[in-house]
């Protein structure tokens, strides 16, 4: 088996701020994925990636930036971030076209 | 819009009752993946479909193989340990990429 970690757990930002989040799998999975979670909602993607260096945009994907640095990890930065914005980040991966498995989540707040 | 129209959005059930989930879809879909929430927030995998169905102990879930629009999540004997919120999540196909539309979530409780 294999496992995505997420790094930090708890984020905590400043209005403005630049704010980067970290996600690793060692599943050898070639895609990978973030996605936005509020509070009592579902889960809606913002960047996706099929390979090393690809970058694909989600529905979500103003104000954010991602990278694909490696096949094992893909990072997501928020650009400037929201007052009072909390939500839940989830990383997952998979193999192209196949089942997805997800990261614990970083949990965002915004100050 | 939606892709994903999910019901109930909640539930209550008692321990030893049997009960289901639905997800509909507005378009053909490719699969469909069910997933359970936490109280911690983590989303566990419960099954992936692509046709048929697929049985895990007291859960089963469904994909409709013909027109591809629903799927469904059976929940035998419910058990305290079944609480959480869960997800379907369906994969349109025909691009690149995986991409899922989430439904917005069903919340069970089961209590004693």
């Known amino acids: 088996g294999g496992i995505i970690t997420q790094t930090p757990k708890f984020l905590i930002g400043q209005e403005g701020q630049k704010l980067t989040l970290k996600c690793q799998q060692n599943f050898n999975h070639d895609t990978m994925y973030w996605y936005r979670q509020d509070s009592g909602k579902g889960l809606r993607l913002i960047y996706y990636?099929?390979?090393?260096?690809?970058?694909q945009k989600g529905d979500l994907s103003e104000g954010y930036d991602a990278s694909r640095e490696k096949k094992s990890s893909f990072s997501l930065t928020v650009t400037s971030a929201q007052k009072n914005e909390m939500a839940v980040f989830l990383c997952?991966?998979?193999?192209?076209?196949?089942?997805?498995?997800f990261g614990p989540g970083t949990r965002l707040t915004v100050l | 819009g939606d892709q994903v129209e999910q019901s109930p959005s909640a539930l209550s059930l008692h321990e030893g009752t049997d009960s289901a989930l639905r997800c509909n879809f507005t378009?053909?879909?490719?699969?469909v993946q069910w997933f359970r929430q936490n109280s911690r927030g983590s989303l566990i995998s419960l099954f992936y479909?692509?046709?048929?169905t697929k049985e895990n102990g007291r859960l089963k879930s469904a994909f409709d193989s013909k027109e591809r629009r629903y799927s469904t999540l059976h929940i035998r004997d419910a058990q305290l340990e079944d609480s959480g919120t869960y997800f379907c999540?369906?994969?349109?196909?025909?691009?690149?990429?995986?991409?899922?539309?989430f439904g917005k979530g069903a919340k069970l409780t089961v209590s004693p």
């Open positions: 990636s099929i390979t090393e260096n690809d970058l």
């Open positions: 479909l692509a046709s048929g």
């Open positions: 997952a991966s998979s193999m192209q076209g196949w089942e997805q498995y």
């Open positions: 378009t053909t879909m490719r699969s």
């Open positions: 999540a369906a994969e349109k196909g025909g691009g690149t990429g995986s991409k899922l539309s």
